[in-house]
Structure formats: C-alpha cells, structure tokens
C-alpha cells in the first residue's frame, strides 16, 4: 500500500509538471495538507489563544502553494523538506500582520520588565519568579499567565511602539529587530567553511541529518519523516555520526600539537 501511494503521488507530480493543471495542484496540495496543520499546530502552542489555528493554516497552505508552483525536482531534494520552510515563513508574515495584543497586554508586559528591572538592580542579581510576583503583588498563576503574555508579545507583535503614547517619532518593535542581511560577511564565510569541514566525508543521508538537525532545528521525527527512516534509526545514525566527527578531531587536535 506504502509503494502504491509513492507511485500515484510521482505521477501526480509527473502530470503537474507537464501543464501545470489546477486539478494536479489541487491533488498535491491534498496530499501534503497534513504538513501545513503540523505546522500550524506547532506555532499555535507556542502563542496566545486568542489566534485561530484555523488562520495560520489557510496562511500555510498560501505558503504550500507556492511550494508547489516553484518546486523545481531536478534538485534532488525532497519536497518536504523544501516546502516546510515555504510554509513557515508563510505562516509566520500572517502573524506579523495581525494586531493582536491588546493594549492592557503591552502595558502589563511593560510593568513586568520595569518590576524586574528594578528588582535586578536592588538585588544585584536576576530576581526569581516569587519575588517577581511578590513585587507584582500577584499569585503565582496570575504571575505566570502575565509572564505568558509578556513573552508572547515579545514573541509576534512587530508592529507595537515602544511607547504608549501618540507620538509620530516612537519606534515600533520591528524598527530594532537586527537585520540578518547585515551580518558579518567574515562571519558567515566562517560558518559556511565549518559546516563543509563538518560534513566533508558524509554520505547523502548523514549529511542531511547533521544539516537538518542542527541548522534546520528540525526534530529527529521530522527528519525521519523526510528521509522515510524511523526516529530510533536517525536517532542511531546520529549518535554514530556525532562519535565519527568528535574522534576526527581528536585526531586533528593531536595533528595540530604536533
């Protein structure tokens, strides 16, 4: 059942790729559906319950359709892989978008960070939750819903000014987010030349579950799931892989002190 299902997805995708038929992109985006709902439901734990799943998932399959539109196979790379980053980015620009943190949100975020602030400052270290909340004159539960909120605005709301009033000259939070365009280039060239060292010698596979594990974030299921391998047999690969490179450069450490 496994190979019949592989088959009739590479003719769908054989038959988009011809003409490009509402009717196989629409048999594609079906198929793949699933991915844009885990995507959407891991997002969704992470922010308040004020947003919809249902929203982020109509964003990611925005994201899933272009996906598909520019998925180019001669690349030799598996379209879940591909396309998980397409509906990422998808679903986070919805995010970016909403206004979604009320007023008194922002405002009670702002009165955690002066409290702790203030208290960082009186006891010369960072305070605990309990003496946050005690200063707060909150229980805990209170406290940690207030703490909740102060990470999710921090979190999604881009648009919101640093201030509270009407000032046309205050800064919104997106205006001192760093820009990752402007990073180091001699950074980056370093970044670019140790992930090659890392990965020099690796087989296909290997080299997969160092980059997606590690640069991608993706969970060992995940990469499982590209690769059509089970979690225990990833998880196995990776020990001996991560073991493989830590005793190459021992020996290249022992080269060095030579």
């Known amino acids: 059942m496994k190979t019949k299902q592989k088959l009739d997805?590479?003719?769908?995708?054989?038959?988009?790729?011809?003409?490009h038929e509402v009717h196989y992109r629409n048999l594609l985006l079906e198929y793949y559906r699933p991915l844009?709902?885990?995507?959407a439901e891991?997002?969704?734990?992470?922010l308040?319950?004020?947003i919809e799943l249902d929203d982020l998932i109509s964003a990611g399959t925005f994201g899933l359709m272009d996906a598909i539109t520019a998925f180019d196979p001669r690349r030799n790379v598996k379209f879940e892989t591909y396309c998980s980053a397409r509906i990422r980015g998808s679903i986070l620009d919805e995010l970016r978008s909403m206004d979604w943190v009320p007023r008194l949100v922002r405002a009670r975020a702002q009165q955690l960070a002066r409290a702790t602030q203030s208290l960082q400052v009186h006891l010369g270290r960072q305070p605990t939750e309990n003496e946050t909340a005690e200063a707060l004159d909150m229980d805990?539960?209170?406290?940690?819903?207030l703490h909740r909120e102060?990470?999710?605005v921090?979190?999604?709301?881009?648009n919101a000014k640093l201030s509270d009033d009407d000032s046309e000259k205050n800064v919104a939070e997106i205006d001192i987010i760093m820009d990752k365009k402007s990073e180091n280039p001699l950074v980056e060239a370093q970044k670019r030349d140790l992930k090659h060292l890392i990965t020099r010698g690796l087989t296909r596979a290997e080299r997969l579950i160092i980059v997606l594990y590690y640069y991608e974030e993706m969970t060992m299921k995940e990469i499982g799931a590209t690769l059509d391998l089970s979690e225990s047999r990833i998880s196995q690969m990776h020990s001996s892989i991560v073991a493989r490179l830590k005793a190459q450069m021992t020996h290249h450490q022992k080269e060095f002190a030579i």
């Open 9 to 19: 997805i590479a003719h769908i995708w054989q038959q988009f790729h011809k003409a």
């Open 36 to 39: 844009v709902r885990y995507s």
């Open 42 to 46: 891991r997002l969704h734990s992470k």
């Open 48 to 50: 308040p319950g004020k």
């Open 140 to 145: 805990m539960d209170e406290f940690m819903k």
């Open 150 to 152: 102060a990470n999710a």
């Open 154 to 158: 921090c979190q999604v709301s881009l």
